[in-house]
């Protein structure tokens, strides 16, 4: 267990709607991020939040937010859902101070239909 | 940008017997650190082993060591007396150091190996 959260598990959804993925980072992990990993693309950085705050982005579509509330526990929103949304998405934590280990979850499987 | 390329879609070996995955990156950065990754069907990421770009040591973990070449921007991976359990994908991955506070640590990945152990 990495200690990383994600709620569901699992997910099925048709086009055009929305949805919210949820992450609860390692107690005490400041940093976190999300990845998508399609058949397509591989596994690609989305978007990151530290502390709260936005830090950097990746290969994420306008379609899809996120934001880490003060909780520290972080959510990925996607709208708009098309086919090609379907994928595992990973949310990863690591420390602050150069730590350069992140800890992964086990991954929101989502279907678009 | 960084790039970060898997060579081998998939392997296999025998039980006890020892593979190598290959791995090869490109970056202009000097100050770097490598990963290796395991998902196995649970499709839990687990780390498996890391690589600091300023130690010339290779590191290793039980059964699992590193090749790292850094001039020629290659980070294989070996696996000796391989076990049922070490069926997985294997993912390379890269990550900069950043110098801004150290807060950007975002992972670029290979598309992965495919090793199956064989009883």
């Known amino acids: 267990d990495s200690g990383v959260t994600q709620t569901p598990k699992h997910l099925i959804t048709a086009t055009g709607q929305r949805v919210t993925l949820r992450c609860s980072p390692r107690?005490?992990?400041?940093?976190v991020y999300w990845y998508q990993q399609s058949l397509d693309q591989g596994l690609q950085f989305l978007i990151q939040?530290?502390?709260?705050?936005?830090?950097a982005k990746g290969n994420i579509l306008e379609r899809f937010s996120a934001q880490q509330f003060p909780d520290l526990h972080s959510e990925l929103n996607l709208s708009s859902l098309e086919l090609g949304d379907s994928a595992l998405y990973f949310c990863?934590?690591?420390?602050?101070?150069?730590?350069?280990?992140?800890?992964f979850g086990q991954g929101t499987r989502l279907t678009v239909v | 940008a960084q790039t970060v390329t898997q060579s081998q879609p998939e392997m296999s070996v025998q039980e006890a017997e020892t593979v190598t995955l290959s791995c090869t990156y490109d970056t202009s950065e000097n100050n770097y650190y490598l990963f290796w990754y395991k998902q196995p069907p649970s499709r839990q990421m687990i780390l498996v082993i890391r690589?600091?770009?300023?130690?010339?040591q290779n590191a290793t973990e039980n059964r699992f060591s590193v090749n790292f070449q850094k001039a020629a921007k290659s980070f294989s991976l070996k696996i000796s007396d391989s076990q049922l359990g070490d069926t997985a994908m294997y993912f390379c991955a890269f990550m900069k150091l950043s110098n801004s506070g150290g807060s950007n640590y975002k992972l670029t990945f290979g598309k992965g190996t495919l090793l199956t152990v064989n009883p």
């Open positions: 690589q600091e770009a300023y130690k010339q």
């Open positions: 990863a934590s690591s420390a602050n101070v150069r730590n350069t280990e992140a800890f």
């Open positions: 939040y530290y502390n709260g705050e936005e830090r």
């Open positions: 107690s005490g992990d400041l940093s």
